[in-house]
């Protein structure tokens, strides 16, 4: 489980410290990309902790969602309407849920090693 949660830590200051700006006409996409990268990374965590990560489906799920994501954003452009926030909305509920599903897996696991 630390070794995903370092490459997050990484890819964060990697971003961060990074003199690279993209112009402002791409933010929707990035934003886009990024949510399906944490929902990628946050769903490789959960299934760390149960015992079911599969590094074929973390990938490729990973840049599949990122480019199914743009791709929507992109036709909603071209079509001036902003399906972009359903990529938001499902990303963002993914997050949620398997946040909670970790927290929840980690609180478990805490009480039975205090006791």
């Known amino acids: 489980m630390i070794i995903p949660l370092l490459g997050l830590l990484l890819g964060i200051l990697l971003g961060l410290l990074s003199p690279i700006t993209l112009p402002i006409q791409y933010s929707t ?38 480019v199914l994501a743009a791709i929507l954003t992109y036709i909603g452009d071209q079509l001036g309407v902003p399906i972009y926030y359903a990529a938001i909305f499902a990303f963002g509920v993914r997050l949620f849920q398997n946040f909670a599903i970790i927290r929840r897996y980690i609180l478990v696991r805490m009480k039975k090693n205090n006791k």
């Open 29 to 66: 996409y990035m934003s886009i990309a990024i949510l399906a990268a944490l929902d990628s990374v946050f769903g490789g965590i959960r299934s760390s902790l149960e015992n079911s990560f599969d590094v074929e489906i973390f990938i490729s799920g990973f840049f599949a969602n990122a």
